[in-house]
């Protein structure tokens, strides 16, 4: 990979785990942490098109009260009666409702081969989309790090999976997971945090 450049890869990297957050409860620490702020560093480094998206979210985001952006997140992907966009990946590539299917042993499998272990504290199930972004980012993470490390061989393993994961897994299921989250979200937050994800995981399982 001669012409890798480690200054996008590092951006990737970046805005694939500050993706994952958002898939977790909204909060003060949000802003408290500057999140929106690396997330458009990150995004312009990339592309116009994802720097345009992540501005966006971190406008979105403040112009949305703390309770009407929990009630959303509440609607979109926890319940208690109709859950509009479930956030798992079994839901979506087995196309039925019972969770822990084969696709998340599957992701179980791969999770292992690279070395990624679910913290004892993370409540939700193995291919839920934070889960499987914070995996990407690992992935991307320890591609770049194999690149500083001038190691190609242990670099090329890494890309090959996360294009795996990628052509297998997340890059299979977001898209309709992300359109049911524009369709069924009441704040433009929302809308534009689906947007931003699909349009950086096609950009990730388009990579060479």
């Known amino acids: 990979m001669p012409n890798y450049d480690l200054d996008k890869g590092r951006a990737r990297e970046d805005l694939c785990r500050y993706l994952a957050a958002c898939y977790y409860q909204p909060g003060p620490e949000f802003s408290e942490e500057k999140v929106f702020d690396s997330m458009l560093a990150a995004a312009t480094c990339l592309h116009p098109d994802l720097a345009a998206c ?82 990407l980012y690992l992935l991307i993470f320890r591609e770049n790090e194999a690149h500083h490390q001038g190691k190609l061989e242990a670099q090329e393993a890494k890309a090959a999976l996360r294009k795996r994961f990628l052509d297998e897994h997340l890059g299979r299921w977001v898209g309709p997971f992300t359109a049911a989250v524009k369709d069924g979200a009441q704040s433009n937050y929302y809308r534009q945090l689906a947007e931003l994800t699909d349009r950086f995981i096609n950009m990730e399982a388009n990579k060479d």
Do not use: C
């Not at 979210?57 to 112009?63: H, N, R, T």
């Not at 690279?114 to 889960?131: C, K, N, Q, S, Y």
């Open 54 to 135: 992540a501005r966006r979210l971190g406008e979105e985001f403040s112009a949305e009260s703390a309770e009407d952006l929990l009630l959303d997140y509440t609607r979109l992907f926890l319940g208690p009666n109709h859950i509009i966009a479930k956030p798992y990946g079994s839901v979506w590539l087995e196309q039925q409702e019972t969770l822990m299917g084969e696709s998340t042993l599957a992701m179980l499998a791969l999770y292992k081969e690279g070395g990624f272990e679910m913290d004892e504290t993370f409540r939700e199930l193995p291919d839920h989309i934070a889960a499987e972004l914070e995996f």
